[in-house]
């Protein structure tokens, strides 16, 4: 990378990992992502700084990884004759932007003691996908479809039989019936549905377009459509269970899976027994402008009952509590952890309704006004526990907006610039907590030079805590939309948490 000296803010850059501030060395990072041939385009998603994939230079700031918080009770709990005693969020959950209300596609498993076999839809399993909905994510609705027999009656919220019912809203297709896509597990397989509204699904093929085993989620990328399945299965490199990814650009034809997450040495140093291990029990995807957040649940496998030996209706051979982590990812198919590695959404007390275990998450995350939140699969007790007095509930973990991580501040100060971002809409909107100290930024040229009008100096300072203050200067000019710049943001006192363009999610 060429020379470039920085007048203003007294800083140089004189090559790759070394940058200096006023004659002192500080950190910067060993590469840009994406280069300037490739900007960051926010019109596609909000930039968060989980990781450094946006960053070109950083210096007193330290990244903190935020766990959500969760409610004290489940948000939905099974109390239909088809939810048994287990509802799953192996799901997706969606805001619908006409009305306002939320919209859950959830996973029961009708088959409980005494119970006899789930309906037969097309797929033959025992596993249902049920639809509700809500006004403010807390309390649901389970609307009475007329779609489906069960026991003799239509009267409840199946829409299909799948296991881990995963939807996306395809902004890239043409076709209003395709519009929503749901993949799900039919035992070995999974299969691909579509929809114009949610309830009525049509066959988008013929059979399977890929084998797996159960559970998984979806996602899309924002900027080239293209799906991503990832997939619980086992591997020959490794033991247990892991995450497998395949790849689609039309939702029919599928790439060769690849093994893209699993456990290492550190996940383990627990384990005292050899049968004892962590396993990734599955993992939700969720992107932002220069990649992905991967959730993982981290399964800490206690207790094995032999072979052989029988168990109880629900209950797993496996045991232990499951935990969930945050990971990062540029291209979907390497990942990097977080450090340290906390679990994000912390699991209740012993013996709440998700003191156990928490068995996974929502493929899609909700952005409100302040807030994002997903919904996850709670366990009363271990994964292996009988039923009962295992229960399998819905909780909601709330983060602040794009909360999961922030690049924080001290007294002394600290600035972080990023590589080329494209601002398309000429409005740039920053969630910060600056109420402690300020905050202030500035647009650079991709070669380093200032932007007249756009500097430090110019910037109207933010001293509030807010999710989305739009960035101002006192020129009052609009960002230029014609090429990208490098945004420097200079903090004291204070967290950064994303950038926006416009009111994207």
Known sequence: ??????????????????????????????????????????????????????????????????????????????????????????????????????????????????????????????????????????????PSLGLHQYRGSAENNIVADFHSPA?????????????LKMLGYAKPSYFGIGSADGIHWQELSKGPLFSGNDTMSLTQDPRTGEFLAFFKNRSAEVPGRVVWLTRSRDFLNWSEPKLVFHTDAEDNRWAWKETQRTEVYNMSVVPHATGFIGLPTLFRVMHRVPSGTPVSLGQSRDDGP???????????????????????IPRGAPGTFDGGAILGLTST??????????????????????????????????????????????????????????????????NADAHRGQLRLALREVDGA????????DFQVLRADATRAEARWTSGRAIPSDRPFRVMIELTNSRLYSLAERENP
Not at 334 to 344: L, S
Not at 376 to 387: D, K, P, S
Request: charged residues 25%; proline residues 8%; positive net charge.
């Open 365 to 430: 995350a909700v952005h409100t006004a302040d807030e994002t939140w997903m919904l996850y699969t709670a366990l009363n007790t271990g994964h292996g526990g009988a039923i009962p007095p295992k229960r399998l509930t819905i909780g909601q973990a709330c983060w602040r907006l794009h909360g999961f991580a922030s690049l924080d501040a001290g007294p002394s100060g600290g600035r972080v610039e990023t590589g080329p971002l494209w601002i398309r809409g000429g409005k740039l909107l920053v």
């Open 167 to 179: 939807v996306v809203e395809d902004r890239f297709e043409r076709d209003p019936a395709k519009r």
């Open 1 to 142: 990378m060429p020379k470039v000296s920085y007048q203003a803010s007294r800083l140089t850059r004189v090559g790759r990992g070394v940058v200096f501030f006023g004659g002192l060395a500080v950190a910067a990072l060993a590469q840009e992502a994406p280069g300037a041939a490739e900007p960051i385009r926010l019109e596609y998603a909000p930039l968060l700084f989980v990781d450094d994939s946006a960053i070109a230079m950083q210096h007193g700031v330290v990244r903190k990884i935020h766990p959500a918080r969760t409610r004290a009770a489940p948000v939905l709990e099974p109390d239909r004759p088809w939810e048994g005693v287990r509802v799953y969020t192996y799901g997706s959950v969606f805001q619908d932007p006409a009305t306002g209300k939320f919209r859950l596609w959830y996973m029961s498993r009708s088959q409980e003691p005494g119970e006899p076999p789930a309906p037969q839809l097309r797929h033959g399993g025992r596993d249902l996908v049920l639809y509700a909905t809500s006004s403010d994510g807390i309390r649901w609705d389970k």
């Open 450 to 457: 200032e932007v007249p009008g756009f500097g430090l100096d």
């Open 322 to 344: 499951i935990d969930v982590q945050m990971v990062t990812s540029t291209d979907g198919e390497n990942w990097a952890r977080t450090y340290p590695r906390v679990n994000v």
